[in-house]
């Protein structure tokens, strides 16, 4: 599987982005799915493209000490690849301290599998998080072969941090 990133940092441009995203946070079949999408000035986005079509994305909040991730989501023709894995290991090669919450099965198996605690529940919604003291220090569980390619347009764009790099090994 190769996957490109497409980022949407700080001052990005909301029209192309809603172009994209648009019907994730206004039609009812997405809003029954994920019924706390929102966004905010703060939010930035992350959206993961298999050959130009879009098969997950995430948002991602700075909070003091931590990141926040919310609006995890594969779609649905992407839901038996590793996607949701690909994110999630996006994630851990990107931010040292993550919290995020979840309900999602799938989801919460990967984040367990990658030494994520659980911090509390609240009905079917876990908030699980991991802190790593640095990111030499991460350690991405289960192995996956592709390439995940930053579509970034220019260096603005661009967070200061290591890009991940995934490669086939078949």
Request: hydrophobic share 30%; charged share 30%.
């Amino acid at each position: 599987m190769n996957l490109q990133k497409k980022e949407y940092n700080e001052g990005y441009d909301r029209t192309e982005f809603y172009s994209i995203m648009g019907k994730f946070f206004a039609e009812k079949k997405y809003r029954d799915e994920m019924p706390y999408l929102i966004n905010t000035e703060e939010k930035e986005w992350r959206l993961f493209y298999e050959e130009g079509v879009l098969a997950g994305f995430y948002g991602h909040e700075e909070k003091k000490e931590l990141t926040i991730i919310s609006g995890v989501y594969v779609i649905h023709e992407y839901r038996h690849s590793e996607v949701c894995a690909f994110m999630v290991e996006d994630m851990l090669l990107s931010f040292p301290a993550i919290r995020m919450t979840t309900s999602n099965p799938r989801l919460l198996t990967i984040l367990r599998r990658n030494d994520f605690r659980q911090l509390s529940r609240r009905g079917c919604y876990l908030t699980m998080e991991r802190v790593t003291p640095c990111q030499e220090n991460v350690t991405i569980t289960g192995q996956r072969s592709g390439t995940i390619i930053n579509l970034a347009e220019d260096s603005t764009q661009l967070r200061i941090q290591k890009e991940p790099v995934w490669t086939s090994t078949t």
